[in-house]
């Protein structure tokens, strides 16, 4: 069975300190791993993801994630955030075969102080 | 010109009633999904949809029923709505063969609360 853990409710990080959003995840097989941003009263919108190869992936407005295969964990991560990054992200992972299924972890809500 | 869009973005209904979210993508992607998110805002994904075959049913109580009617379009019908039904309802949809690397576009989500 695929799962995503997201450990953290809320992340809070001032701004222009780096942030980090974390997630591990258990799925067997290959990964497919995905990032997305929800702002209020909003959909889901997709920030990046990893598929194979280089295990440092960047993606929308400055972000970018780590996959680590021994450690499980595709954490999200921003140089510098910004007020505006404050949002709910979630992490989802996909198997890489025989399913179509995208798995989302809990959210963790980040809020960037000005 | 949106990608995944759903139809209405709130609803306000009675318990009992019938209701219909309509969803629709102009991506030309062969999947669909109906995914529900709850008010502590987990996401879980409800029915997925393959080129008009359901594929994912993920125990969902059949009072839930979803529709194809082309690949572009997959509605979700509710029977006798119940004051649990309350939540956001987001379609999305993917280019996903089996293995597809592509990520999920989600419409805007339907919020629906039952009274």
């Known amino acids: 069975a695929q799962s995503v853990a997201q450990p953290e409710d809320q992340v809070n990080v001032a701004e222009g300190n780096p942030l980090t959003v974390k997630c591990t995840y258990s799925?067997?097989?290959?990964?497919?791993l995905f990032w997305y941003v929800q702002y209020p009263n909003r959909g889901l919108q997709f920030l990046l993801k990893?598929?194979?190869?280089?295990?440092l992936v960047k993606g929308s407005y400055g972000f970018e994630a780590e996959f680590n295969k021994s450690q499980t964990s595709f954490h999200l991560k921003k140089p510098s955030a910004l007020v505006s990054d404050s949002a709910l992200y979630f992490c989802?992972?996909?198997?890489?075969?025989?399913?179509?299924?995208?798995?989302f972890g809990t959210g963790t809500r980040l809020k960037v102080l000005a | 010109d949106t990608a995944v869009s759903q139809t209405p973005k709130y609803l306000v209904t009675q318990m009992g009633n019938d209701k219909s979210i309509k969803c629709e993508q102009n991506?030309?992607?062969?999947?669909m999904y109906w995914y529900k998110q709850d008010s502590k805002k987990f996401l879980k994904i409800m029915f997925s949809?393959?080129?008009?075959?359901?594929?994912i049913n993920e125990t969902v109580p059949n009072r839930f029923s979803p529709k194809s009617p082309d690949k572009a379009h997959l509605n979700l019908h509710i029977n006798s709505l119940e004051l649990g039904d309350s939540a956001v309802y987001f379609c999305?949809?993917?280019?996903?063969?089996?293995?597809?690397?592509?990520?999920?576009?989600f419409g805007q989500g339907t919020r629906l609360t039952v009274v």
């Open positions: 999305a949809s993917s280019q996903a063969p089996a293995g597809g690397t592509t990520e999920a576009f």
């Open positions: 949809y393959n080129n008009k075959e359901l594929i």
């Open positions: 989802a992972v996909r198997r890489a075969s025989g399913t179509y299924k995208y798995i």
């Open positions: 990893y598929i194979t190869g280089d295990n």
């Open positions: 991506l030309g992607h062969d999947t």
């Open positions: 799925v067997s097989g290959n990964p497919y």
